[in-house]
């Protein structure tokens, strides 16, 4: 579909000329609509379909054809992490380019600087806010913001922000708003728990479901069946005759982030961590020197699986196995993008076989199983069925476990993107078609 056939305002159409979009991706096609007719939605999509297009497009458009309160905050926007406040801000600020919206992010850090211009934005009734939840809790608090007049309050992310702890901020936050708004919901995955939140803050909402998209098949997917006490050593092997460049380290706990950093510190690798102990500076730091080259490892939490753009990943490690397949496909999703090559490698520990056999089936596929190098030992059995609800267990087994296939062993470096995608584009008249915005 052509964002023309949608009754999006034509300052709205400007913007998206001006960076080249005419073509919905399929999010975008089936949201908008009802979004339009001021319906309460529910979207589940991965990242990178165009979720943060799908609801910012008609929010500006409705907002600009008027009929809202030019001195009231008429649209919140919650993001689990800063980095992906940044980014929708990012977005708006290009969507926005021709359309009479103001806009002003509220995500944290310690410079007071910034804070008295959240206070000020926020006090003045910026059209649109883009918040963390602590964040804005803070402001509440702090009686620096009115959300009596809110018309949109958008939940982007809603799973992470629930894995994050963020349930009783978001009803906290609701109740401040007025009960006419529109809500909408986007989310990578559809669990339990977002059904409940979903039935306490949305009124007969409209549910658009995407199918999570399979692996990019240009990357490499390998695993090693090992304990705990091999990784590191692993890691070691694979660095120990090729540099590492441009890595994506996932482990689930951010303490454990921090001791894997510690590690590759003292094997003298030049590496950065990320994750949510970190204060806003030091976080835009790390992500600078990675995104520049200066930090050749990142280790981080899965505040980096989603939402984040970072190109020309080359090889992403799950250090620790991924709670569910939807978090695996997010995180090697990170590398082999937009066409490129990449490398992804899990460490599958005793306890998570049989999770890691569901993921396989998941994504359609038997991953292919690397031996873990002689010098540290036996390696585990991989047994999933017999692993299943299993405690850690002795060591036993044949050397390397199972091997998922034959043939050559794959490198552990995959291959660097040829170039960025380019994101500008001519004015009206530029019969080139181009998918719809990713952001």
């Excluded at 658009?208 to 070691?236: D, F, M, S, W």
Aim: hydrophobic content about 35%; proline content about 5%.
């Amino acid at each position: 579909m052509d964002f023309y056939d949608l009754d999006l305002n034509d300052d709205v159409l400007d913007a998206l000329d001006a960076m080249n979009f005419t073509t919905c991706t399929p999010i975008q096609e089936h949201t908008i609509p009802p979004l339009l007719e001021g319906r309460d939605l529910i979207g589940v999509a991965q990242t990178g379909t165009g979720k943060t297009a799908a609801y910012l497009l008609p929010i500006l458009s409705m907002i600009s054809d008027g009929g809202y309160p030019d001195d009231a905050i008429n649209c919140v926007i919650m993001s689990p992490t800063r980095e992906l406040a940044q980014q929708i801000d990012q977005a708006m600020e290009g969507f926005s380019y021709y359309v009479p919206v103001s806009s002003v992010a509220v995500y944290g850090g310690n410079d007071g600087i910034r804070y008295e211009q959240e206070r000020r934005g926020l006090s003045l009734g910026a059209d649109v806010v883009i918040a963390t939840p602590g964040r804005l809790i803070s402001h509440i608090s702090l009686g620096n913001v009115d959300l009596s007049r809110t018309s949109f309050f958008i939940l982007d992310e809603a799973d992470r922000m629930l894995d994050m702890g963020f349930y009783d901020d978001i009803m906290q936050i609701a109740k401040q708003l007025p009960e006419n708004r529109q809500t909408i919901m986007f989310s990578a995955t559809m669990p339990d728990k977002i059904q409940k939140l979903a039935s306490s803050i949305l009124r007969d909402p409209v549910e658009v479901r995407l199918a999570v998209n399979k692996p990019a098949e240009k990357i490499v997917q390998t695993a090693y069946i090992c304990y705990e006490t091999q990784k590191l050593g692993i890691i070691k092997s694979l660095f120990r005759d090729t540099k590492p460049e441009r890595v994506i380290i996932f482990s689930s706990k951010k303490a454990k982030v921090k001791e894997i950093a510690a590690a590759f510190k003292r094997m003298k690798l030049n590496v950065g961590e990320m994750h949510s102990d970190l204060d806003q500076a030091q976080r835009d730091v790390v992500m600078r020197e990675f995104k520049s080259g200066r930090i050749d490892i990142l280790v981080a939490t899965d505040i980096v699986s989603r939402g984040i753009d970072i190109d020309d990943i080359r090889l992403v490690i799950n250090y620790d196995a991924p709670r569910d397949c939807e978090d695996y496909v997010h995180r090697i999703g990170r590398t082999a993008r937009a066409g490129a090559e990449g490398c992804a490698i899990t460490f599958v520990a005793v306890d998570d076989q049989s999770r890691f056999a569901a993921i396989e089936e998941f994504i359609g596929r038997e991953v292919h199983k690397l031996p873990v190098p002689e010098e540290l030992g036996e390696a585990p059995e991989y047994n999933p069925k017999k692993s299943a609800g299993r405690g850690k267990g002795g060591r036993g087994g044949r050397r390397g476990g199972h091997r998922g296939g034959k043939g050559k062993q794959e490198s552990a470096q995959g291959h660097r993107r040829g170039g960025k995608p380019h994101r500008g584009g001519k004015k009206k008249g530029n019969t080139t078609p181009k998918s719809g915005p990713q952001a």
